[in-house]
């Protein structure tokens, strides 16, 4: 089987090669929304572009992993009022995925894992996984970064005086920082004081929505 690990530098031999010998093919998904005005719109896809490639080069030595070109859209409908904002509604974007899935799927992958790198996606993947699952005799997972990540991130007190994971707060600057210092402009906002350091974030035991809270 090939040593490539990016399904867009395979041909389709290596890439029909990969499926047969079961490799476990990781797809990050991303957003293109606004971040502040100190961040880049492209933050959600710059982080879980690298996160996936990273996990995949060190997954590798242990097990076949193929990881799919980086979906840069997300379901950020409630950032459009801002600007900078490229997004797919519910429904697009549910059907969007669930299509280019099916169509690894149809390409003989049947282990599959869809990385999610921005929150408005959290749910929808999740849905998206659930459905194919059903639908074709496949192992499919969906999940967000952070919450892969989460006991690791709370022992690090990545948690500590910020919503978290937030949105283009501490965690996420702190992530930008690290990947791409040339694209966090000055001065950094803040707050005078946070209302909360409560780690549970997106396992909280149930969700509220209020209109106009963007």
């Excluded at 090669?17 to 079961?22: I, K, L, M, R, T």
């Excluded at 840069?72 to 697009?92: C, D, N, R, Y």
Aim: proline share 7%; with cysteine; aromatic share 8%.
């Amino acid at each position: 089987m090939t040593t490539r690990l990016l399904l867009e530098e395979m041909t389709r031999t290596e890439a029909n090669s990969a499926a047969a010998a079961g490799a476990l093919l990781v797809w990050p998904l991303g957003a293109i929304e606004q971040h502040g005005p100190h961040l880049p719109v492209g933050t959600d896809t710059l982080t879980i572009e690298h996160l996936t490639r990273q996990a995949a080069e060190r997954a590798a030595p242990s097990i076949p992993i193929v990881v799919a070109p980086t979906l840069p859209f997300g379901s950020s409908h409630h950032h459009v009022p801002f600007g900078g904002t490229m997004s797919l509604g519910t429904e697009a974007y549910y059907r969007i995925v669930c299509e280019l899935t099916e169509s690894l799927i149809q390409s003989g992958f049947r282990r599959l894992f869809l990385v999610n790198g921005h929150g408005g996606n959290h749910e929808l993947l999740q849905l998206v996984a659930r459905d194919l699952a059903l639908k074709y005799p496949v192992s499919i997972a969906a999940a967000s970064y952070w919450t892969v990540a989460w006991d690791a991130l709370i022992a690090l007190d990545a948690h500590i005086d910020c919503r978290f994971p937030g949105h283009a707060g501490k965690f996420e600057t702190s992530n930008i920082l690290a990947l791409r210092p040339d694209l966090v402009h000055e001065p950094l906002p803040h707050r005078d004081s946070v209302t909360s350091t409560d780690p549970r974030g997106f396992v909280r035991p149930y969700r509220a929505e209020h209109s106009g809270s963007w």
